[in-house]
């Protein structure tokens, strides 16, 4: 929680406005973490009965009802007081209609200020009618973006890289939410509830903890990464931070050491009050951080403004070598977040299996860790890097997280490792995680999404939709837009690649023709797109490329047609690969389909009866044999 909401240069004098603002951010971040919290308990903390809310659940649900609605508010007086800071005058100046319309629909932060009303407003609604636990998931979900969407409007990191500040920024708020809100929700549900679900939260925080701890070190990192800067008041705070999350951790190892007491119920409940109280106070200081000024060192300040890292978060590479695209790295914070999260989970998953004694292939564990690679490879690593200056290598990268790394993860089977180690409920009534991760493979959303087609028309059609309509290139003018691509592209190439050669439990079964047939349709859509980027005579990146001013591969549209060249030879092999799999799937179950069979025949003939075959052949003798009118 180094640094909330979106940089604040302070523009008014009016100190009316200047304390409105820090309350209404407060007062959100408040709300907004106990909302979070409240609906987290729900989701994970209270017993539910077969996926359906208990009295105590829908109770705890009002609550957070209550506390979005207070976030909603926020979320509109924020809305006003960020307007009148801007503005440089009153509050007054901002209710001026015009001006409020200019804000809301042409401004970033005035657009997030909107999106966030919407979310959560959508939350109110969500969880007045929520009745089962599917439904707070969602709502968690909601809440959730509602939190991180502020982080995106920060250009966190003044002295250091724009892409690890934000991202982590982004896990810091993420997780201290999760950690602040799972106490919150402790303190206010039933003491019966509270005993059952404290190991639980145990293990959550113990993970949030870990997390926010290396987060913010990197995120007071990027900014702070000069001597002078912690003599600062910014620095100052931050190192007060430091010490009341050590005080936070230590809360948290004696609620650990509580659990085993007979009295710890008691001790429990004053323990998580004092917590609570350490964490209002640490968000208060979050609160004055996000209207402080990050310090800038004099290097920084007196280099002139680069308009490239202003549009990208990094500065122009040299002219790409193959040795400059294997070594250069440099992080997307969010994404290698994202991808040291899965990697720690998938970890744990084998380690839980082999301290049970059961065997996780290592060909799964291995084809997950070349998933992770080539993941990183195309948003860290130098393929990554170099995607944000050239559509060729922008091309490369959509394929190797689009199509080989999906392969790769898919065959890793992480469903599969999470439905085996995911705890149980703690009642025969209670779904526990394991239960509710099975109730959505089998959801009417998941036999939805996972049909052939609809796999498809994500996988490929999202190609004409993504690059032939304006919005490429209004993705790729935000670090946020940037994100949202990589992630559509792993998760739909995914999807595409679990429903064709997944080794996961899926919620239908696709016959090996169907899904041979839906392979050829994709090599020829993807063909076709290909040869569509080929024949273009302008270019689809909406004059993004045009303003970085490259000094190397200077004509544009040449670049566009090696992206499409490139885009039809990498899409095929992926594919090719997907079809011979599919192939040898086939005919491995048609191999124990016989085997099956054979024994069947062989467990018949031992008790002297005749086998499937044969009694269906004697079946058709007596129809054959029947009079016409019998």
């Not at 800067?229 to 010490?243: F, P, S």
């Not at 028309?457 to 935000?478: E, K, Q």
């Not at 491995?588 to 003939?605: F, G, L, P």
Request: charged share 10%; proline share 3%; with cysteine.
């Amino acid at each position: 929680m180094v640094h909330l909401f979106a940089e604040v240069h302070t523009f008014s004098n009016n100190p009316v406005v200047t304390a409105a603002l820090a309350i209404t951010k407060g007062l959100y971040f408040l709300s907004a973490i106990t909302a979070f919290g409240l609906i987290f308990a729900v989701a994970f903390f209270i017993r539910e009965e077969r996926g359906h809310l208990t009295s105590e659940g829908l109770r705890v649900k009002k609550l957070a009802h209550l506390a979005t609605f207070v976030t909603l508010v926020t979320v509109i007086g924020g809305t006003f007081t960020e307007l009148a800071n801007l503005l440089g005058g009153s509050l007054l100046d901002a209710f001026d209609a015009t001006t409020l319309h200019s804000f809301l629909l042409q401004t970033a932060v005035g657009r997030d200020f909107l999106i966030q009303a919407m979310i959560a407003l959508f939350v109110i609604l969500f969880l007045q009618r929520a009745k089962k636990i599917s439904a707070m998931y969602w709502a968690l979900l909601l809440s959730a973006g509602a939190l991180i969407l502020p982080v995106f409007q920060s250009h966190a990191s003044n002295a250091g890289n724009h892409g690890a500040a934000i991202g982590s920024l982004l896990f810091h708020v993420l997780f201290i939410s999760i950690w602040v809100g799972g106490v919150i929700g402790l303190v206010v549900i039933a003491p019966a509830e509270r005993a059952a679900s404290l190991a639980r939260f145990s293990s959550v925080a113990l993970w949030a903890a870990v997390i926010v701890a290396i987060s913010g070190i990197v995120n007071a990192w990027t900014r702070l990464n000069f001597l002078a800067g912690w003599a600062t008041l910014y620095g100052v705070l931050v190192a007060l931070k430091v010490i009341l999350m050590a005080i936070l951790i230590g809360f948290g190892a004696i609620h650990r050491k509580t659990l085993v007491k007979a009295d710890g119920a008691v001790k429990t409940f004053a323990l998580l009050t004092n917590e609570a109280l350490v964490m209002v106070i640490t968000v208060a200081i979050g609160t004055w951080l996000s209207t402080t000024q990050p310090p800038v060192s004099d290097a920084a300040a007196s280099a002139p403004s680069d308009a490239v890292v202003n549009l990208t978060g990094i500065a122009m590479p040299s002219q790409p070598t193959l040795w400059r695209i294997l070594s250069a790295y440099i992080p997307d914070g969010t994404f290698l977040g994202i991808l040291l999260l899965a990697t720690a989970l998938y970890i744990r998953g084998v380690i839980v299996l082999s301290r049970r004694g059961d065997k996780w292939p290592v060909g799964r564990t291995l084809a997950f860790a070349f998933g992770i690679s080539f993941a990183d490879f195309a948003t860290s690593g130098g393929l990554g890097v170099y995607a944000h200056f050239a559509f060729s290598y922008h091309m490369i990268a959509h394929m190797v997280l689009g199509m080989v790394a999906p392969i790769c993860f898919v065959l890793s089977a992480p469903i599969t490792l999470a439905l085996r180690t995911l705890p149980t409920g703690r009642t025969e009534l209670e779904r526990g995680m394991r239960g509710s991760l099975i109730a959505i493979i089998h959801s009417r959303y998941s036999v939805i999404i996972t049909n052939p087609v609809t796999a498809l028309l994500i996988f490929d059609g999202s190609l004409f939709g993504l690059y032939l309509t304006p919005i490429y290139g209004s993705l790729m003018r935000s670090h946020s837009g940037h994100l949202l691509m990589n992630i559509h592209f792993l998760l739909a190439g995914y999807l595409f690649f679990y429903v064709i050669v997944g080794v996961d439990p899926n919620p239908r079964k696709v016959p090996h023709i169907v899904r041979i047939i839906v392979l050829f349709a994709a090599m020829s859509i993807h063909a076709f797109f290909s040869i569509t980027l080929l024949s273009t005579s302008t270019l689809v990146d909406g004059g993004y490329f045009a303003l970085l001013h490259r000094p190397w591969n200077l004509d544009l549209l040449a670049d566009q047609h090696a992206g499409g060249a490139i885009g039809w030879a990498m899409g095929e092999i992926p594919i090719l690969f997907a079809l011979v799999a599919t192939f040898l799937q086939w005919v491995r179950e048609d191999k124990r389909e016989t085997k099956r069979i054979d024994r069947a025949a062989d467990r018949a003939a031992a008790m002297g009866e005749d086998d499937a075959l044969a009694q269906y052949n004697s079946y058709l003798r007596e129809l054959n044999t029947r009079e016409p009118n019998d």
